[in-house]
């Protein structure tokens, strides 16, 4: 008998349509996101030029100027430090208080679960100068209700103007963004811990252990990776703050610079504020470090924290 002829597989076409969903979206991303990105870039490596709209190329200078200088140094190293107090004040209070909130909200006999859920994520969807103004009034030592309730209480000699005090104004705006967003963590651990298979919490039940235990032996474990998102939304959206301090202190940050971040110190430097003279290329350096601090967060997060994880599922 004759051999069969060997019959060659057909490739399937390739998937034209991809493209049109992706150009469009990718289109879009590039103008208002890549470019201005990669064009910031740029500019942190010119200084302004004498003709107008002139620029001389000056290499890392900017970087150098901003690092070292007596003047620009004092302003950057300030903000970044109050941008590092600002995540730290998230990730101890708003992050453990949203997984205490999730892990509430998903006990099998609490009534009213939806009501509670959506009243605590409310204020997430408030704007920045509606939450600004609202605790500027509550808190104001001169017609703020704050001193009143205080005093309802036992506890008016406990009362200062927190957003007047440069030892207090950081803090205080750290927890006014903690009210805010609280709602956001709460969420996603929510939904994570709704992702747990009943039959493991029964079965931690029936070998006796208790709630407490069931949380951080068997929950808490199976949503680590959910912790880690939080994380890193956590660390990306504080160096990306600037709405609510400077709805609240104004671009100068006060009370002397004791809430200036790295958003407010960037919108000064590259806008100007008052009399002083916006400088675009000082301003885009500062945006280039605060994408290459980002950046750094970020990878130490994949490399290290998603990793870690992974193999730990695995």
């Known amino acids: 008998m004759a051999p069969r002829p060997v019959q060659k597989r057909s490739r399937k076409p390739f998937p034209t349509h991809i493209f049109v969903f992706l150009v469009p979206a990718t289109l879009v991303y590039t103008l208002f996101m890549i470019y201005p990105l990669a064009d910031s870039l740029r500019l942190s490596l010119f200084a302004p030029g004498s003709g107008p709209g002139g620029e001389i190329f000056v290499g890392f200078q900017n970087y150098i100027t901003l690092l070292t200088d007596e003047i620009w140094s004092v302003r950057f190293w300030g903000a970044l430090k109050n941008n590092f107090i600002f995540f730290l004040i998230h990730m101890l209070v708003q992050n453990p208080i949203g997984l205490l909130l999730a892990a509430l909200l998903s006990a099998r006999r609490l009534r009213g679960r939806d009501t509670y859920r959506t009243l605590l994520f409310m204020p997430t969807m ?52 903690v009210w805010q967003f609280v709602g956001i963590p709460m969420m996603l651990f929510y939904a ?42 956590t660390y990306v959206g504080n ?57 750094l967060g970020v990878v130490l997060y994949l490399f290290g924290w998603q990793r870690r994880v992974t193999t730990y599922e695995i």
Request: proline share 4%; hydrophobic share 55%; aromatic share 14%.
């Open 126 to 177: 408030l704007s920045f100068v509606i939450v600004g103004f609202i605790w500027q009034l509550i808190l104001s030592p001169l017609w703020g209700i704050s001193s009143g309730l205080m005093n309802l209480v036992g506890l008016e000699e406990y009362f200062r103007p927190w957003l007047g005090l440069e030892s207090s104004a950081l803090i205080t705006l750290s927890l006014i963004s």
């Open 239 to 295: 160096f990306n703050a600037f709405d609510l301090i400077y709805t609240t202190q104004g671009a100068l940050a006060g009370p002397n610079f004791s809430t200036d971040i790295l958003g407010t110190f960037f919108h000064r430097t590259f806008f100007g504020f008052q009399l002083q003279l916006g400088n675009q290329t000082m301003g885009s350096t500062v945006a280039a470090m605060m994408f290459l601090i980002i950046l």
């Open 192 to 233: 994570a811990l709704l992702g747990i298979p009943d039959e493991l919490i029964e079965a931690a039940y029936v070998d006796g252990a208790t709630a407490w235990t069931i949380f951080w032996r068997v929950k808490f474990p199976l949503i680590l990776p959910t912790v880690g998102i939080v994380t890193i939304l």
